[in-house]
Nanobody, 128 residues
Framework: QVQLVESGGGVVQAGGSLRLSCEAS????????RSWFRQAPGKEREFVAV????????YYRDTVRGRFTISRDNAKHTAYLQMNNLKPEDTAVYYC?????????????????????WGQGIQVTVSS
């Protein structure tokens, strides 16, 4: 059974940067899509970014496109989310996720229901 552990969260001023990491263990995810979601207080968990198995395709929600970059290092079993020019509205608990059932998808889904492995979440707070 795969386990995902996020790191790199914290408090940052508006305009600053953070880099989240998501390390996997227990199962290889080199064939699987990796994604990031976030959940702000009182709101539903929402899609942020996804990257396919070979890093040749990535997709972002509109409000983070151009500021966030998703990447992965399959040799390290780790996915990353580089967040630049952070805004107060980016404040949320960020979750990494993986699809452990479908492999080699060139354009994986952005639906939350697609992902069956989740990290515990990590807080990102952006102060104004």
């Amino acid at each position: 059974q795969v386990q995902l552990v996020e790191s790199g969260g914290g408090v940052v001023q508006a305009g600053g940067s953070l880099r989240l990491s998501c390390e996997a263990s227990g199962q290889s995810l080199s064939r699987s899509a990796r994604s990031w979601f976030r959940q702000a207080p009182g709101k539903e968990r929402e899609f942020v970014a996804v990257i396919n198995w070979n890093s040749r395709w990535a997709y972002y929600r509109d409000t983070v496109r151009g500021r966030f970059t998703i990447s992965r290092d399959n040799a390290k079993h780790t996915a990353y989310l580089q967040m630049n020019n952070l805004k107060p509205e980016d404040t949320a608990v960020y979750y990494c996720a993986a699809d452990t059932k479908l492999f080699y998808r060139d354009r994986p889904s952005i639906s939350r229901d697609t992902y069956d492995a989740w990290g515990q979440g990590i807080q990102v707070t952006v102060s104004s």
